[in-house]
């Protein structure tokens, strides 16, 4: 079992920056794959971005390209997301995800934490 709980969601305002964090619980992190999502309202929810369980490999969606970075400190059993430039369309719930031995560019996930809100405003 693991649990995932997200943080740094705040109201920011666009071309703005923030950093997210997903904490896991367990002894096994190094193991998964772990995967950031978004679920913006009335939207399906939209996969961001992906870190291999080896931490060598990252994957993001085209939205997110090149503003976005993922990246994982093992000994934290933390995944972080920074988020830069960015725009009104990025406003959503973001959702970390995590796959046992998942593939990078897989949006399939055994674990998925609760959220944290991300606003962005003009």
């Known amino acids: 079992q693991v649990q995932l709980v997200e943080s740094g969601g705040e109201l920011v305002q666009a071309g703005g920056s923030l950093r997210l964090s997903c904490a896991a619980s367990?002894?096994?992190?190094?193991?998964?794959?772990m995967r950031w999502f978004r679920q913006a309202p009335g939207k399906e929810r939209e996969f961001v971005a992906s870190i291999m369980w080896t931490g060598s490999t990252t994957y993001y969606a085209d939205s997110v390209k090149g503003r976005f970075a993922i990246s994982r400190d093992n000994a934290k059993n933390t995944v972080y997301l920074q988020m830069n430039s960015l725009k009104l369309e990025d406003t959503a719930v973001y959702y970390c995800a995590a796959k046992l031995y998942g593939i990078v560019s897989g949006v399939d996930f055994d674990y998925r934490g609760q959220g944290t809100q991300v606003t962005v405003s003009a």
């Open positions: 367990g002894r096994t992190f190094s193991r998964y794959s």
